[in-house]
């Protein structure tokens, strides 16, 4: 997008800011905005913290999950006040096929959203805020409890399965919550607080979306473990083992990138895939969902890595100028 300079006396020259953003914005004459210098650029953006967001919105019809995901993306959205309508006081669980009550629904996404309350409540709508205030909490401190807290449900997976001790991976559900808890916490934050480095927001918005859907890999698999109780073969412990070593790999390189580490997890990524793949060649039924989530794991576990490469360079690179 280009915009023409203009001049006004000796020293001073403006530019016009983009209608749509504005709006988009919500800036009005006399607000102030933030100009961040990076390199041969200026970034304007606008003190989102200081202006509360406020929207209104209708889950007539919408299922359990739809409506949980729905007020999941409007907290990370940024939004401090929500009005929600709904039509019907019942919505379906496609899961379990069953009926919910729509106002339990929303007080079970709620209880996962940090700050937010439920402060009126009606036959057909309810007002949710952020009750919090400003977020003051340390990014990388949140991110860093996230792994820890993944790498726990791996391990407590792992340990649950070889010791066929089924009734500990309940616990992952609970693990599940909490995770996504601080991913939402996280997303909300940069929305709230803009990082002045889009390349850096774009690659920790992906690493965050990743773990998101490794903690709901990991759920799901024990779900499937607790219903099923299949039998493992010592390929697939083995395997499982293997996924352990993946994810502390994936924690250390996320804290600290390190050339070799990444080369000691490719290395282990790739001949965990080749039990995998012997696993499917096997073609034992009780082995393809093994294989169909722990597939899912090690692409996840990939991504990740690359998008920690693609905000923090390895150490040895060196910029250099054109002559």
């Known amino acids: ?14 530019v016009s800011l983009p209608t749509k953003w504005v709006k988009k914005n919500g800036v009005q004459k006399g607000d102030e905005v933030n100009l961040e210098e990076e390199n041969n650029r200026i970034i304007v953006g606008v003190n989102k913290s200081s202006r509360k967001r406020l929207a209104e919105i ?6 359990r999950s739809a409506i949980m995901f729905y007020l999941r993306s409007i ?11 709904f039509k019907n006081p019942k919505t379906i669980y496609y899961d379990l096929k069953k009926e919910e009550k729509v ?4 007080h079970q996404e709620i209880n996962r959203l940090i700050g937010f309350e439920v402060t009126q409540q009606r036959e057909d709508f309810c007002v949710i805020k952020d009750l919090s205030g400003p977020s003051e909490g340390k990014l990388d ?18 340990e649950a399965i070889k010791n066929k001790n089924y009734d500990k991976l309940e616990t992952i559900e ?15 934050m940069f929305n709230k607080r803009p990082d002045s480095s889009p390349e850096n927001i ?13 903690t709901d890999t990991i ?14 073969s010592k390929k697939s412990i083995l395997i499982l083992e293997n996924l352990r070593g993946l994810s502390s790999y994936t924690r250390e390189i996320l804290f600290d990138l390190n050339l070799n580490k990444v080369i000691e997890f490719m290395k282990l990524r790739a001949d965990t895939k080749d039990l995998l793949d012997e696993l499917m060649i096997e073609g034992k039924k009780k082995d393809v969902s093994l294989v169909f989530y722990l597939a899912s794991m090690l692409e996840l576990m990939r991504d990740l890595i690359e998008a920690k490469m693609s905000i923090t360079p390895p150490k040895n690179t060196r910029e250099i100028s054109e002559e």
């Open 141 to 158: 401190i949140i991110i860093k409890r996230i792994l820890f807290l993944l790498k726990d449900a791996i391990d407590d997976s792992v």
């Open 202 to 214: 774009h690659g920790l918005y992906h690493i965050l979306c990743s773990l998101d859907v490794a």
């Open 103 to 106: 106002i339990s629904v929303i």
């Open 75 to 85: 907290y990370r959205q940024g939004y401090d006040e929500v009005v929600i309508h």
């Open 1 to 14: 997008m280009l915009r023409k300079i203009v001049q006004h006396g000796p020293s001073t020259m403006t």
């Open 219 to 232: 759920k799901y698999f024990a779900r499937y473990v607790i219903r099923q109780k299949p039998a493992f």
């Open 58 to 63: 209708d889950i007539t019809g919408l299922s």
């Open 174 to 188: 609970e693990k599940h919550d909490t995770i996504t808890k601080f991913i939402s916490y996280c997303l909300r």
